[in-house]
């Protein structure tokens, strides 16, 4: 899968001052940044991945997502857990069954795009 990619450097010691600032300018602070950086490892699982790709379609119990993944229920919760921590999926009780969804409209759209993103040829 990893393809022999040659990366091409300057060969001049030129530092571009007014493109410098005008990125810095534009730059998150520091701590949306690593806010980013944090929500992007928790797509970095593929369990997780999973979880929110069943998500997509039905809001689901552990007990189904569990048997649909072929995991343990435990495991199951453990990633829900930090899912829900991150704000990635949400939950309601009905009963003693406790369901759960997407968090909003933005999680479908941070998948779509990586689903794009690794489709694309």
Sequence with gaps: MAEDIKFESCSCNIIHEDVIAMVKSTMPSKEKLFDMAELFKVFGDNTRIKIICALLTAEMCVCDISALLGMNQSAIS???RILKQTRLVKFRKEGKV????????????????????????
Excluded: A, P, T, W
């Design 98 to 121: 406790v369901y759960y969804s997407l968090d909003d409209e933005h999680v479908k759209q941070i998948f779509d795009y990586g689903l794009l993103h690794v489709n694309h040829r």
């Design 78 to 80: 453990h990633q829900l």
